[in-house]
């Protein structure tokens, strides 16, 4: 069997054409400072730094084109200031 290199990528729904959409995810860049920055704040080994990873701010629909800017999915993730009961 062969092997495929899985990427991440968000999923969204055109609001003109209704077509289903998906956006590979865009690679956060670090500095060295920023990523020394991140072993101190979060007590971490060197390979313990993976990719972050962030969502693009702007999608074209691959259907009609239309771009539209993009905002997270609220509801995605459970909301830390409701304590779930
Ligand atoms: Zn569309």
Do not use: H, Y
């Not at 993976?50 to 459970?78: H, N, S, W, Y």
């Amino acid at each position: 069997m062969d092997t495929v290199v899985l990427r991440a990528a968000f999923e969204w729904k055109c609001p003109k054409c209704k077509a289903g959409n998906f956006n590979r995810a865009v690679a956060v860049e670090f500095t060295d400072s920023d990523r020394e920055e991140l072993l101190e704040l979060f007590d971490l080994k060197e390979d313990e730094v993976g990719d972050m990873i962030q969502a693009p701010a702007i999608v074209k629909c691959g259907k009609c084109l239309e771009k539209f800017r993009t905002e997270d999915d609220d509801d995605f993730l459970p909301d830390p200031s409701e304590d779930g009961e």
